[in-house]
């Protein structure tokens, strides 16, 4: 598979994000649904940190399953409960991507379960 970032001069530029990826040779893409802030017994954990971890946890173990992992990431969608959290959300999708960027998008929205305070999906390619 190969894989390409994107960026045009005619368009703003991002923050820590790619503008588009492309991907060519790809033989299976993964689409991950939003995975919420539960650790596997069922429980939410309280900080909106340890709630990214959880969620980052999911993606990562969908992706596992699929035999995929962080470096097939292409796009990623996080959805927040409040934007003062965006800086955090940032520093951790780097971390767990490794510092590689992917085409991201962030929304700031009410979320199903008002204890949630992130959600994110993804898509994988390989």
């Not at 060519?24 to 940190?49: C, H, K, M, N, Y």
């Not at 340890?50 to 969908?62: D, G, K, P, S």
Request: overall charge negative; glycine content about 8%; aromatic content about 6%.
């Amino acid at each position: 598979m190969q894989r390409r970032t994107v960026a045009s001069p005619d368009a703003p530029p991002t923050r820590g994000y790619a503008a588009a990826v492309e991907v060519s040779g790809a033989s299976r893409l993964l689409f991950v649904s939003g995975q919420i802030p539960a650790l596997p017994d069922g429980t939410v954990p309280e900080g909106f940190e340890a709630q990214c971890r959880a969620c980052w946890r999911n993606v990562l173990a969908q992706l596992a399953a699929a035999g995929m992992g962080p470096e097939n990431i292409v796009r990623i969608g996080t959805f927040l409960a409040d934007a003062s959290f965006t800086p955090v959300a940032r520093a951790v999708r780097a971390e767990m991507l490794g510092g590689r960027e992917v085409a991201a998008t962030t929304v700031v929205a009410g979320l199903i379960d008002p204890a949630w305070l992130i959600e994110i999906e993804a898509v994988a390619a390989a």
